[in-house]
């Protein structure tokens, strides 16, 4: 089996990945990625509001050959027509490149959320190895990946952003988004579309995706086979020729 890497799925926020979980694939001939993503209210971060579906509105640049920046909107529709959230919870964070992939050798991610948020839900820190194959029944993706149990916080009432203390998920969370050990597979037998399973430290999810265009992805997902849902995804060069020379060629 040979080393690849032809896949450029991304999760919910807009990283490379599958579902929920992300990978260690580096988009560098992609460096700026937009995304939107519907999560059910039942698998919700924010499960102290069950039944308030979230849509993630995500934009990726990467900056050098290994370090990328994500930024998140979780936009939460019944909360916001309560008018008692703005545009919705932010969500900052950033990916560093540890190693590249080599013949026998993973690609490894190293993932952080920069401390100090009053209510980190969306804040996730990890680290993540991804190995491609190709074989000539399809392309295979396996990644695994440990997420911090902890999250760094800051006292709402603080005028002070260094103000922070470190506290378990599970003590201000109802749930453990990337808490844990986590994993993921995607299989493509055909170039334009493949398979995902994952288990996100929670639950297990799997999904169907399409790439009708080399820039474009449309992924079917579901969450334990209970919830559906969807999201699309688009990641673009930033070095295209002038208009004239792309005709040409």
């Not at 450029?8 to 694939?25: C, D, F, R, Y």
């Not at 509001?49 to 936009?75: C, K, P, Q, W």
């Amino acid at each position: 089996m040979l080393s690849t890497s032809v896949f450029s799925q991304v999760n919910i926020m807009g990283k490379p990945g599958t579902v929920n979980t992300p990978t260690a694939l580096w988009l560098e001939e992609q460096p700026l990625g937009l995304s939107v993503a519907r999560l059910p209210g039942e698998y919700s971060m924010f499960t102290r509001e069950i039944g308030d579906e979230v849509y993630f509105y995500n934009a990726r640049v990467n900056f050098t050959t290994f370090l990328a920046a994500n930024l998140s909107i979780a936009y939460r529709r019944e909360i916001a027509e309560q008018n008692r959230l703005g545009i919705g919870d932010r969500q900052f964070d950033l990916r560093i490149k540890l190693l590249n992939e080599k013949r026998w050798v993973p690609a490894i991610v190293f993932g952080i959320s920069p401390p100090g948020s009053a209510a980190p839900y969306l804040s996730h820190d990890y680290i993540v190895l991804t190995k491609n194959f190709e074989h000539s029944l399809g392309d295979l993706q396996v990644s695994a990946g440990y997420g911090s149990p902890y999250v760094f916080r800051r006292e709402k009432d603080s005028d002070s952003y260094f103000d922070v203390f470190v506290e378990k998920k599970s003590d201000f969370l109802d749930t453990n988004y990337l808490s844990g050990f986590f994993g993921s597979i995607i299989y493509k037998p055909v170039a334009w579309s493949g398979l995902m399973l994952e288990h996100d430290s929670n639950t297990i999810n799997a999904g169907l995706f399409v790439t009708p265009l080399n820039w474009l992805s449309l992924q079917l997902t579901s969450y334990e086979l209970k919830e559906f849902s969807y999201s699309a995804s688009v990641n673009f060069k930033l070095d295209l020729l002038p208009q004239k020379l792309r005709t040409d060629e």
